[in-house]
């Protein structure tokens, strides 16, 4: 409301007619109805407001479940690719101490005892 859009009622019943009583009071409620009107579409666009923003709130939320979710399923195979790769590391010791152990038996044995080795292994039975 603007200020010259106030009417001011001092004095009014001692010096007006009552047509202009009437008249005042005619234009208090165009006012308050302009007023009114305003105030309702200022409630109405708040309202659209609100629901955009519930909208992008629930979208956010939505989001954030996926990139919940996928962060679990990728901290899930991190834990499985850790569990391989140290599987992997301990077969991979264990070849080396193979290698090891036929570098020691044929590179450092002679080569009769090598034989003699395998001769022993055959007829045992075993390879």
């Known amino acids: 409301m603007k200020e010259e859009d106030i009417v001011s009622f001092d004095g009014i019943f001692e010096t007006t007619s009552t047509k202009q009583v009437e008249t005042y009071f005619k234009r208090l409620h165009s006012l308050m109805e302009s007023e009114i009107v305003n ?33 679990q399923d990728a901290q899930q195979k991190a834990e499985g690719n850790r569990q391989l790769v140290n599987k992997l590391l301990n077969e991979m010791e264990r070849m080396q101490q193979d290698i090891e152990w036929y570098k020691r038996t044929y590179e450092n044995r002679s080569l009769f005892g090598t034989l003699r080795e395998k001769i022993l292994n055959h007829n045992s039975g075993k390879p």
């Open 39 to 71: 105030k309702q579409k200022t409630i109405e666009l708040l309202q659209s407001e609100i629901i955009r923003l519930r909208k992008e709130v629930a979208s956010a939320q939505e989001s954030n479940r996926d990139i919940s979710f996928k962060l």
